[in-house]
């Protein structure tokens, strides 16, 4: 009998007990214990639901899975991490540390369509944590100096084609980590760490100005 090693479960509802359980989803067997999960973004259209993190082939290679019409299957060979993904306009878009996949290189961040991954922005340094959609608007967090040659605190937009600087923080230094962005009385609002020359902080607000 094959067994299944996964980081994932799904919650069902018990037939004995007058209580719900939770219950392996099936995950492939993957390298343990690397198997930390970050993101679970769900393509309403197609059914399909795709799994990142610390999740690596039995070679070590970092993968990215998808679980579609009951079978689970993978999106390609990564050289590092996969951290984030999200659907945006019916495309998958992934982010993390990595700098190639599937032999194609990319600067932690590319899109999945037709098949085939291609480059989605190039990222200079450091790492994408999150990609998010806010208002039918693509933002990217993590702590990277640069991305399409647009200066940018680890935060950045994607906006008619490329990505773009939400404004740059100073006395921001470069060793800030920022985790994730919401939109709160229609202004972004950024948190993680935030090492300024003045002090560290954990949340700013962006005004627009």
């Given at each position: 009998m094959q067994t299944w090693i996964g980081a994932i479960a799904i919650a069902c509802p018990g037939v004995l007990?007058?209580?719900?359980?939770w219950v392996d989803a099936?995950?492939?067997?993957?390298?343990?214990p690397t198997n930390w999960i970050f993101s679970l973004p769900v393509d309403t259209g197609t059914g399909s639901l795709y799994v990142c993190g610390y999740l690596q082939l039995a070679l070590g290679q970092p993968t990215l899975l998808r679980y579609s019409a009951g079978?689970?299957?993978?999106?390609?060979?990564?050289?590092?991490?996969?951290?984030?993904a999200v659907l945006w306009r019916d495309t998958l878009i992934v982010g993390g540390?990595?700098?190639?996949?599937?032999?194609?290189?990319?600067?932690?961040?590319?899109?999945?369509?037709n098949g085939q991954w291609s480059p989605y922005g190039s990222f200079s340094n450091g790492t994408?944590?999150?990609?998010?959609?806010?208002?039918?608007?693509?933002?990217?967090?993590?702590?990277?100096?640069?991305?399409?040659?647009?200066?940018?605190?680890?935060?950045?937009?994607?906006?008619?084609?490329q990505w773009v600087e939400l404004s740059v923080v100073p006395g921001l230094n470069s060793n800030t980590q920022i985790m994730d962005i919401i939109l709160f009385d229609n202004e972004p609002v950024a948190c993680g760490t935030l090492n300024l020359?003045?002090?560290?902080?954990?949340?700013?607000?962006?005004?627009g100005t």
């Open positions: 007990q007058a209580q719900n359980n099936g995950m492939p067997q993957l390298q343990v079978q689970w299957d993978t999106l390609g060979i990564f050289d590092q991490v996969v951290k984030t540390v990595f700098t190639s996949v599937d032999g194609v290189a990319v600067q932690r961040a590319a899109c999945y369509a994408i944590n999150k990609l998010k959609v806010i208002g039918n608007e693509l933002y990217a967090v993590g702590a990277f100096d640069e991305v399409d040659a647009h200066t940018c605190n680890g935060v950045a937009k994607r906006s008619e084609g020359s003045d002090g560290t902080r954990a949340i700013m607000r962006y005004t």
